[in-house]
C-alpha cells in the first residue's frame, strides 16, 4: 500500500520553543484534519507529524496510521521520514516551506524546489507571472524601514506585506502616507528577511482558485470567493464560499490556470492562487506552492480530493469542481 507521510509545519512545531505561528494554529490543525480524511478515504497509509503538545490537546481525534511525535528538531525527524514513505505533502509559511521541500525531494507532492523557492517570495513570483503574461497589480520590494521607498509608481491606497508571509499574516492596507510608514514599521518585524512588497490595492471580487495539477495537466480546479474584512487598516481573511458556478468567471479562471501550468513547467500536487477580479481583468497576487485553506471546504464536498492529490486522474472530460458537485461550502 502507498505510504503518504503528510507534516503540517505549526501543529509540528507547535510549543517547541516556537509560538510565532500561533495566529494560523486554528487552519493548521483544520487543514491536517482534512487532509487526513480525504487521504484515507483514498485508501493509502498516512503518517502525520505532531508537536507533543499538539498530540496531547488534539491528536486523538485525528484517525491515521501513525503519528510521529517531534520532540526535537524538526528537520531532523524529516530526513528521516523521507526514506520511510513513497511520497510526501508539506504545508509551512513560505520560509519554512523551502527548507521542507530542499529536504523531502523527490518524494513531494508539489512543485520543484526552484519554483517553490520562486514562489515563495512574493515580489519575484510577481515578476515571474507578470512574464508568464498573467495580469498582476503593480508591484514594488523594499528592504527594511530604513531604506527610502519610492511609491510614485503607486498611488494610494495600496496594499503593503511581507515578502514571505502565509495567508493574512501581516497584510495591511495603507490609504494615506502616515499609514503607510506604519505599515512599513510592522511588517518588516513579519518577514523573516526584512523585506517588504508593495502592490497597488486592486478593487474587486476578493477570491481563490485550487488546482490540483499533474504532468502540466489540470486534474481538478475550483474557484472559490474569499470572505475579507478590513480591521484597523489589516486585512482579515474570514473563510470561503466554494465553489463558485458564474459561467463568465469560471472561464476566465480557467484561462489564468491554463496560462500558469503552460508557463510554469515544475508545478505539482496542490496549487493555491490568490486573485482579485473586476469587469476589467482578474489579477494574480500570489501563487502558493500548497494546500490551502480553501481545500479544507472542497474535501468536504469531494471526498475524492485525496485521490486526485496522489495523482489520480479523473476520468471523462469534467475537471471543474462545480459541475462536478452540488452546493457549496464555507
Not at 503538545?53 to 525527524?77: A, C
Not at 508539506?90 to 523557492?117: C, N, Q, W
Not at 506585506?161 to 503607510?180: L, N, Q, T, W
Amino acid at each position: 500500500m502507498v505510504k503518504i507521510l503528510l507534516t503540517e509545519y505549526v501543529v509540528s512545531t507547535y510549543g517547541l520553543n516556537n509560538y510565532s505561528y500561533i495566529s494560523l494554529l486554528a487552519e493548521a490543525y483544520a487543514m491536517t484534519r482534512s487532509l487526513v480524511k480525504v487521504l484515507k478515504h483514498a485508501g493509502v497509509d498516512v503518517i502525520i507529524t505532531l508537536s507533543n503538545q499538539i498530540h496531547n490537546m488534539l491528536g486523538r481525534d485525528i484517525k491515521v496510521d501513525d503519528v510521529v511525535i517531534i520532540e526535537g528538531n524538526y528537520i531532523n525527524v524529516l530526513e528521516e521520514l523521507r526514506e520511510d514513505v513513497d511520497y510526501a505533502i508539506a504545508i509551512a509559511p513560505p520560509h519554512e516551506m523551502i527548507t521542507i521541500v530542499e529536504i523531502l525531494r523527490d518524494k513531494f507532492l508539489g512543485p520543484s524546489y526552484d519554483l517553490t523557492k520562486i514562489l515563495s517570495d512574493k515580489y519575484e513570483a510577481t515578476l515571474m507571472l507578470r512574464k508568464c503574461g498573467l495580469k498582476t497589480p503593480l508591484t514594488l520590494s523594499a528592504y527594511s524601514s530604513s531604506e527610502k521607498i519610492s511609491i510614485d509608481e503607486v498611488s494610494f491606497p495600496v496594499v503593503v506585506k511581507p515578502s514571505m508571509s502565509a495567508g493574512a499574516e501581516c497584510v495591511y492596507i495603507a490609504r494615506d502616507k502616515d499609514s503607510f510608514v506604519e505599515s512599513i514599521r510592522k511588517i518588516t518585524k513579519c518577514d523573516p528577511k526584512g523585506y517588504v512588497v508593495i502592490q497597488e490595492y486592486v478593487e474587486g471580487f476578493h477570491g481563490s482558485i485550487s488546482m490540483v495539477v499533474y504532468n502540466s495537466e489540470i486534474y481538478l480546479y475550483s474557484l472559490n470567493l474569499q470572505l475579507i474584512s478590513i480591521l484597523n487598516n489589516r486585512i482579515v481573511y474570514n473563510g470561503n464560499v466554494l465553489p463558485l458556478r458564474n459561467k463568465d468567471y469560471v472561464q476566465v479562471a480557467r484561462s489564468v490556470v491554463e496560462k500558469i501550468v503552460k508557463c510554469l513547467s515544475g508545478l505539482k500536487g496542490y496549487i493555491g492562487i490568490d486573485v482579485v477580479w473586476n469587469d476589467e481583468d482578474m489579477y494574480v497576487i500570489e501563487v502558493n506552492p500548497r494546500f490551502t485553506t480553501a481545500g479544507v471546504a472542497i474535501s468536504e464536498l469531494y471526498p475524492d480530493l485525496g485521490k486526485i492529490l496522489i495523482g489520480y486522474r479523473l476520468p471523462g472530460k469534467e475537471r471543474y469542481l462545480g459541475n462536478l458537485v452540488q452546493g457549496y461550502a464555507y
